[in-house]
């Protein structure tokens, strides 16, 4: 199992979302605040735990390509 350390932006964009990202993501490192939340092997698990943080949540569309709605 691959397990990934998981980020939420604290800030949201334009349309709202708070863009979920691994630890690798060089999107992540633009964030001015992030909140971590946890590791998961897939980023379903950290979108849900995102979501016990911030209503509106999404995956970033290069590292949770599979997460990535809007
Ligand atoms: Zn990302």
């Known amino acids: 199992m691959d397990y990934e350390f998981y980020y939420v932006n604290d800030n949201a964009q334009a349309n709202g979302d708070h863009e979920v990202h691994q630890k690798s993501c060089s999107w992540l ?24 943080i911030y209503n509106q949540v999404d995956g970033c569309v290069y590292c949770c390509n599979p997460c990535h709605k809007s």
């Open 29 to 52: 490192e633009l964030a001015p605040s992030k909140t971590y939340l946890g590791y998961y092997t897939n980023c379903m698990d950290a979108i849900a735990k995102a979501k016990t």
